[in-house]
């Protein structure tokens, strides 16, 4: 049973490893694009922050940059990777409505994805967390039994 949950979290970090990079290397780049680049070029590339008013849509950058640092502090407190992944979900929900809006259709598969991997990450840290409270109610389960013994 040991070697299935070692297994487990392993595969459970490896996943989110993976994923939240990945995210967080997106959500920095596009976030950084949105808080500085042009509103021209912006256009050029479809964000949807170009409808906002063009303050709204620089602190949506600089909110895309702060989640994907979440994401990249959940590999050490899960709970920060799960409120980036769901701040990022809902960003993306909005993206979604926005480019529907706009009659953007292409740029909704990319949402679609985003949406999956936010969905992940949420999903793999919050297992994350489960396991690791599981393991710590064994142990102290174990410390009692010990001292039930002696």
């Known amino acids: ?78 709970l920060a990777g799960q409120i980036g992944a769901i701040a990022l979900l809902f960003n993306q929900m909005v993206a979604a409505t926005v480019h529907i809006a706009a009659g953007e259709t292409g740029s909704l598969p990319q949402n679609a994805v985003i949406i999956l991997i936010c969905t992940l990450i949420f999903c793999l840290q919050r297992r994350r967390r489960n396991i690791v409270r599981s393991g710590k109610k064994q142990r102290a389960s174990g410390q009692k039994d010990q001292a039930d013994d002696q």
């Open 1 to 78: 049973m040991r070697s299935h949950s070692r297994l487990l979290k392993a595969v459970t970090m490896a996943g989110i490893l993976f994923t939240s990079c990945l995210l967080a290397l997106f959500f920095l780049f596009v976030g950084y694009m949105k808080a500085f680049a042009p509103l021209a070029e912006l256009a050029q590339h479809h964000a949807w922050t170009v409808r906002l008013p063009e303050q709204a849509g620089r602190a949506v950058g600089w909110s895309e940059m702060g989640c994907a640092l979440l994401l990249l502090i959940g590999m050490i407190r899960p």
